[in-house]
C-alpha cells in the first residue's frame, strides 16, 4: 500500500510549502515596514499558523512545529537570509515564481488537514472545513496580524476554495476505500490544478455590490 | 423539573440568535466589500465565535459547530441566500429587524455559556466571563477580521453588559436551587430587557475623555 | 534550595508586572477612544493574553486567571480607577514610570513561560518562544483587538528579543542543575537588564528597506 518515495516526496514539498509560506510572510512584513522580530514573527505565524489553529480546533498536541522543532530554525534562517538578501539586492520573488510552491502548500495542507480530522472521526464537511484552515489561515493571520483585510477573503480570487474542493476529493478518495496515499495525491493534484488554472485564466469570486 | 416545550424554544431561539448573528456577519463583510468567500467565513465566525472561543478556553470538545454541523450548513446557505437575495433587491435588514434576534442570541449565550462554566466547576466571576465570551465574541471576531475595532469596545452602547449582567442572573439563580430551565429563562429576560431597554432609551456607556 | 522570601517576592513583581500590562492596555484604548467596556477588556486582555495564549498552545488549564480570579478583579478595578482618575486629572503616566514593571513583567513572564514549558517536556527552542509568547503576546493581542499593527513587530525597539535572550538563559540555567528560583532571577534580571539598556541607549533594531 505503501508508495515507495511518497513520504520522502511529501516532506519534500511540505518543506517548500512551508518556505513559500513563509517567504509570503517576509514579503508582507516588508511591505508593511516592519522591524526583523515582525518579519520573524509574522513568516513563522503565516507557515505555522494554519495547521497550529486546525490543531487547537481538534485539540491535538504536540503541533507539528514542536514535534520538528526544525522547521522553526529553518523558517528563522529563511526570514532573516531573505531579509539580509533582498535589501541587499532590492530584490523580491515575482507573484510568478512564488505561485508553484504555494499552490502546493495550498493542496498538501489542504489533504493533510482534511485526512487528520476524518482520522480522528469528525464528519466529513467539518474535515474539509479543517483542511481549509489548514491551507489558508496562516495566510489570514498574517493579514490580520499586519493589519489588513485577510486577501483570501478579498482579492475576489478562487484561493480557500480550491483547497475546499481539494478537501472534499480526500473524503471522497476515503470513502471509495482508496488508500490514504492515493488520497493524498489526488486531493493535492486537485487543488494545485485548480489553482493554477484559476490563476492562469484569472477566475473572479462573485462580489458583493452594495448600493451604498 | 423539565418545562415542556423549553427544549424546543431553546432550539428555536438558538436558531434564531445564530441566523441574526450570521446576518450581521454578512452584512458587515458586504460594507467591507468582501468576496463570497469572506461573506460565507465572516458569516460563521460571527455565529460560531463566541461558543468556539469559549469551549477552547473551557478546553470542551466536541464544539456546537461540529457535533450540530447541520448549523454549518444552514449558516454557509444564509450566507449564500442573504448575498444573492439582497444583491437583487438593493435591501438590506434594518438595524431594528435584527435587534430582536441580536438581543435573544445575546441573552440566551450569555446564560448557556454562563451554566456551562458553572457545570465545569469554574468561580462565579469566571463563569459568567465566559457567558460574555460566548455572547460577544463572535461579533468582536468578525470585527476584527475585517479590520475594524470591534463595535463592542467602541459604540459606547451596553451591550457586552447586559450579557455580563445576564451571566450573574444565571449564577445567583444556580445559588438559589432554580431549576437550570428556569435559570436559563431569567437570565436571558434579563439580558433582553436591559439591551432592548438600552436601545430604546438610547443608554450610553461613559466615554474616556482624553486631552489629546 | 528554597530562597526565603522569592516566594513573596514573585507574587510582588508579579502583580506589579500584571498591573503595568493592564495600565499599558487602559491607555492604548484611551488613546482609541473606546467605551468603558472596551478600555475593561484590552486591560484584561494585555494583562492575561500572553499567559492565556501560552496555556492554550502548551493545553494547560486552569489559566493563571481562572485559578487566581481575584487578579481579575484586579485588572477591573485598576482599569475604572485609572479611567476615573486620569479622566479628572487630565494625568496619564509617563512611558517611564512605565518602564520598570513593564520590564520587570517581560522579564518574570519570559522566565516563567520558559520554565513551564521545560517542565512539560518540551524542545528548548520551543519553551523559549513559549516564555516570549508569554511575556509579548498580551501586547500584541492588545494592539490587534484595538487595529493597530503590533508595536512589538514594529517598533524597531529591542523588546521581545530581550525576552528571547532571558528565555535563554532560563534554558542555560536549567541546564546548569541551578535551583529553579535562581534560574527565575537570573532570567528575569537578564531580560530587565537587555530591555533597561536597550532604552537607555535607544538601540534599534535592524529595519527592512524596501525599495517601493
Given at each position: 500500500?505503501q508508495?515507495?518515495?511518497?513520504?520522502?516526496?511529501?516532506?519534500?514539498?511540505?518543506?517548500?510549502?512551508?518556505?513559500?509560506?513563509?517567504?509570503?510572510?517576509?514579503?508582507?512584513?516588508?511591505?508593511?515596514?516592519?522591524?526583523?522580530?515582525?518579519?520573524?514573527?509574522?513568516?513563522?505565524?503565516?507557515?505555522?499558523?494554519?495547521?497550529?489553529?486546525?490543531?487547537?480546533?481538534?485539540?491535538?498536541?504536540?503541533?507539528?512545529?514542536?514535534?520538528?522543532?526544525?522547521?522553526?530554525?529553518?523558517?528563522f534562517?529563511?526570514?532573516?537570509?531573505?531579509?539580509?538578501?533582498?535589501?541587499?539586492?532590492?530584490?523580491?520573488?515575482?507573484?510568478?515564481?512564488?505561485?508553484?510552491p504555494?499552490?502546493?502548500?495550498?493542496?498538501?495542507?489542504?489533504?493533510?488537514?482534511?485526512?487528520?480530522?476524518?482520522?480522528?472521526?469528525?464528519?466529513?464537511?467539518?474535515?474539509?472545513?479543517?483542511?481549509?484552515?489548514?491551507?489558508v489561515?496562516?495566510?489570514?493571520?498574517?493579514?490580520?496580524?499586519?493589519?489588513?483585510?485577510?486577501?483570501?477573503?478579498?482579492?475576489?480570487?478562487?484561493?480557500?476554495?480550491?483547497?475546499?474542493?481539494?478537501?472534499?476529493?480526500a473524503?471522497?478518495?476515503?470513502?471509495?476505500?482508496?488508500?490514504?496515499?492515493?488520497?493524498?495525491?489526488?486531493?493535492?493534484?486537485?487543488?494545485?490544478?485548480?489553482?493554477?488554472?484559476?490563476?492562469?485564466?484569472?477566475?473572479?469570486?462573485?462580489?458583493?455590490?452594495?448600493?451604498?
Amino acid at each position: 500500500m505503501q508508495i515507495p518515495g511518497l513520504a520522502t516526496a511529501q516532506i519534500v514539498v511540505e518543506a517548500a510549502a512551508t518556505a513559500a509560506f513563509a517567504l509570503s510572510g517576509v514579503l508582507v512584513a516588508a511591505r508593511k515596514r516592519l522591524d526583523a522580530v515582525g518579519v520573524v514573527v509574522v513568516a513563522g505565524v503565516t507557515a505555522f499558523g494554519g495547521g497550529t489553529l486546525r490543531d487547537v480546533l481538534l485539540d491535538r498536541r504536540p503541533f507539528f512545529w514542536v514535534a520538528h522543532w526544525h522547521y522553526v530554525v529553518g523558517v528563522f534562517l529563511l526570514a532573516i537570509g531573505a531579509m539580509l538578501w533582498m535589501r541587499g539586492r532590492h530584490f523580491k520573488p515575482t507573484e510568478r515564481a512564488m505561485l508553484w510552491p504555494d499552490a502546493l502548500g495550498l493542496g498538501l495542507f489542504a489533504a493533510t488537514g482534511t485526512q487528520l480530522a476524518l482520522e480522528g472521526g469528525l464528519p466529513a464537511l467539518i474535515a474539509v472545513l479543517m483542511g481549509v484552515v489548514t491551507a489558508v489561515f496562516g495566510g489570514v493571520l498574517r493579514d490580520i496580524v499586519v493589519n489588513e483585510i485577510p486577501a483570501a477573503f478579498s482579492d475576489h480570487r478562487p484561493y480557500a476554495i480550491c483547497a475546499f474542493a481539494g478537501g472534499w476529493a480526500a473524503v471522497v478518495a476515503e470513502a471509495l476505500g482508496l488508500a490514504q496515499a492515493t488520497a493524498l495525491l489526488a486531493a493535492t493534484a486537485l487543488t494545485v490544478g485548480l489553482r493554477l488554472l484559476a490563476v492562469r485564466y484569472d477566475w473572479r469570486l462573485p462580489a458583493w455590490q452594495t448600493t451604498d
